[in-house]
Nanobody, 122 residues
Framework: HVQLVESGGGSVQAGGSLRLSCAVY????????MGWFRQSPGKEREGVAF???????FVADSVKGRFTISKGDVQNALYLQMNSLKPEDTAMYYC????????????????WGQGTQVTVSS
């Protein structure tokens, strides 16, 4: 059973940076397909960035050039480095994992963390 625990959210001003972490329990991060999603009130949960077992990454156009997804094999964790943050990045951010690779929708992931709030003020 895979358990995910996010941390690192907070409040920053526009232009600032945050690094989200997702600790993975119960399975090696090396063998998981993982992603970050975000959800704002009244909006659908959207995929932000994904990384497979070969460390191939995909980043959504809305955050490309600003966000970087990575894995830490030693720490058994997933990370999201967020730079040049904008007010529209304000959302609850969720870590997700699955054994099947390639999906980028909410329904493609079986395992979810509880979320960590990111708030960006202008």
């Amino acid at each position: 059973h895979v358990q995910l625990v996010e941390s690192g959210g907070g409040s920053v001003q526009a232009g600032g940076s945050l690094r989200l972490s997702c600790a993975v329990y119960g399975y090696s991060v090396r063998n998981l397909y993982m992603g970050w999603f975000r959800q704002s009130p009244g909006k659908e949960r959207e995929g932000v960035a994904f990384i497979d077992t070969y460390s191939t990454t995909f980043v959504a156009d809305s955050v490309k050039g600003r966000f970087t997804i990575s894995k830490g094999d030693v720490q058994n964790a997933l990370y999201l480095q967020m730079n040049s943050l904008k007010p529209e990045d304000t959302a609850m951010y969720y870590c997700a994992a699955d054994f099947r690779a390639g999906g980028r929708s909410r329904g493609d992931f079986d395992y979810w963390g509880q979320g960590t709030q990111v708030t960006v003020s202008s």
